[in-house]
């Protein structure tokens, strides 16, 4: 297929890309638009939920808030604390309480004639137990909850749910309030009222959004009560949605639950500490989008043709002058640089033409740029070993050597001789520019040795470098210098022990080596001028403008050498390079 497509004309390749191009839009934005309206409805129908959310939760806290006032009406009875004060024998007295109580009950029923709650039942501390008329007729199945209530008398919410008690199979929740005697100190009642599932579903039953869209409550332990106007049981604690729903009780999101997509939203009932969590089918509140999409494969489809048609006019309008501009690029790859196009017009083919012409002369130049820059890299390599090798400093190492065989020290003068043959092999380093960090240390040690030996214990060294660097590359005789420097500019002239301190780590993907002295220092008005090209300090193998300059032609201008420097506090040296540089050129 992709030959087919290469050997095709232009005109047809502009065609074809241009059909491609016009099918990838519309489908890029009929996604798009899907994407978009679905959020959007998404997003209209959370809203919605929300308000449900807050109507129902209100409605819901209201009810359950006047249960508190409910109680508070009946423990400030009288009739009913005299009954709470009653001995647990049966009396005459009792009995007329007991019915004063009653009356008190029914005057509750007929003063909330709408049904704000389900029943009403009040026990003494001997578990004797009224009920309000509504269920007085089953008052032996109410006896069961003396002893939970007693239990619980602390707890206001009862989950009626959860409890199971005999032959009591109804749903819901009971409020709890008990009386105490104020000169006991004594519990002396409870009150219970009942909330029963009907009534609590008569509330939620207007969250429910569209035909088929549902809703359930569950409390936070994923216990479900409630579920479509239902009571119904089990847990979804473990549900992606569910545990969504318990820590973010705004908003709403999809999820797939059982192979389809849904927008689950919820919201939380604070007296009861339950969720409220909606779920709506998304292909539901999509509907209307389908017919959208569908208008705009159509109006895309004749787009697309249209499109088809104009283009082939024009590709074959523009590939004549295209031709001249191709065959002058193939001279360009032959390697004729200098070779231009002429720009015959002033629309795309001639703004192709420019372009091209500025393209030749940048890379023209380019390669002038790398010439010279290879020839600077090679003459900085030379100066280098050039410099390293210093007449002056073999003389003088040789000169030492002649001495201690004189003083009849020959381990010293063999030691030495040993020092300066490795240091010379290490410098040369079979022409190679580019060597591992170990090596450059060893290197730098040799030479440190071959001081020491000329100096005597004038001069210390300590050497930590991290293990993970040592394959490191680096220029060669990149540190000697900065060492040469410390010893004949910072520890020669000065009094006492100087310490060479040579550190490397490694930050992220840099790599630094510092050395640093206790020698003179260097005055700030000299630290400016230290990477000046023609500056140079007597005594050095060679500048540090010459370190700077190699290290950034090999690893680039972020790479390199800085000094610091306090008098009569020392210098510290440091060179930053790359990690993992490997260039195959300087390994041959």
Not at 92 to 115: I, S, T, W
Not at 196 to 217: C, D, K, M, V, W
Not at 374 to 381: C, F, G, L, T, V
Request: aromatic share 12%; net charge negative; proline share 2%.
């Amino acid at each position: 297929m992709r030959k087919k497509y290469h050997e095709l004309s232009l005109a047809k390749k502009f065609s074809l890309t241009s059909l491609g191009f016009f099918f990838l839009t519309i489908l890029v934005l009929t996604v798009l638009i899907q994407f978009l309206y679905e959020k959007s409805v998404l997003n209209i129908t959370s809203e919605s939920y929300k308000e449900k959310f807050e109507i129902v939760s209100d409605n819901s806290q209201s009810i359950l808030e006047n249960s508190g006032k409910i109680a508070k009406v009946i423990l400030t009875d009288e009739a009913i604390q005299n009954w709470f004060l009653q001995d647990s024998e049966e009396s005459a007295d009792q009995l007329e309480y007991k019915m004063q109580v009653e009356k008190r009950l029914d005057y509750l029923d007929a003063l909330y004639p709408d049904k704000q709650y389900s029943s009403i039942s009040v026990f003494d501390s001997y578990g004797h137990m009224v009920n309000s008329n509504s269920i007085r007729s089953e008052a032996s199945k109410y006896e069961q909850f003396f002893n939970i209530i007693k239990e619980n008398y602390n707890v206001k919410w009862l989950d009626l749910y959860e409890v199971s008690l005999g032959d009591y199979e109804k749903n819901g929740i009971g409020y709890i309030r008990y009386y105490r005697d104020y000169d006991s100190g004594l519990i002396k009642g409870y009150v219970l009222i009942e909330y029963q599932s009907p009534l609590l579903i008569n509330n939620f039953a207007h969250i429910r959004y569209g035909e088929t869209g549902s809703y359930l409550i569950a409390d936070t332990d994923g216990n479900k009560k409630i579920e479509n106007d239902q009571d119904v049981s089990g847990n979804i604690s473990e549900e992606e949605y569910f545990q969504w729903a318990e820590d973010n009780k705004k908003g709403g999101k999809v999820f797939r639950i059982d192979g389809k997509r849904y927008l689950v939203t919820a919201s939380v009932i604070p007296t009861l500490d339950w969720l409220m969590i909606g779920l709506t089918p998304v292909n539901e509140l999509t509907k209307a989008g389908k017919a959208m999409t569908q208008i705009i494969y159509v109006v895309g489809i004749i787009a697309a043709l249209i499109s088809t048609f104009f283009s082939m006019r024009v590709s074959h309008s523009v590939t004549k002058p295209l031709i001249y501009l191709t065959d002058t690029m193939k001279k360009f790859g032959k390697g004729d640089l200098s070779v231009r196009v002429p720009v015959l017009y002033e629309d795309e083919i001639g703004i192709l033409s420019e372009e091209f012409n500025k393209m030749s002369e940048q890379i023209r130049q380019l390669v002038d740029q790398v010439y010279r820059e290879q020839r600077a890299k090679r003459k900085s390599e030379l100066a280098a070993l050039q410099a390293q090798i210093n007449p002056h400093f073999l003389y003088n190492t040789l000169n030492s050597v002649s001495s201690l065989i004189k003083m009849n020290c020959p381990d010293e003068a063999f030691i030495m001789i040993q020092a300066v043959g490795t240091f010379y092999r290490t410098s040369l380093s079979d022409g190679k520019t580019l060597i591992p960090l170990d090596q450059e240390i060893t290197n730098i040690e040799n030479y440190i040795k071959i001081q020491k030996v000329r100096y005597g214990n004038k001069i210390e060294y300590e050497i930590d470098i991290e293990n993970e660097i040592l394959q490191e590359w680096i220029v060669k005789l990149t540190l000697q210098p900065l060492v040469e420097n410390s010893i004949y500019h910072g520890i020669k002239e000065m009094r006492g022990k100087g310490i060479i301190r040579i550190k490397g780590w490694k930050e992220k993907n840099k790599v630094f080596i510092q050395v640093s002295d206790n020698g003179l220092g260097i005055p700030e008005e000299k630290l400016e001028e230290l990477f000046s090209k023609d500056y140079r300090e007597k005594g050095s193998a060679f500048g540090l403008f010459n370190i700077q300059q190699r290290l950034q032609i090999y690893f680039g201008k972020e790479y390199g050498l800085t000094v610091e420097s306090k008098l009569s506090q020392g210098t510290k040296a440091t060179v930053c390079i790359p990690v993992d540089f490997k260039r195959e050129e300087d390994r041959k």
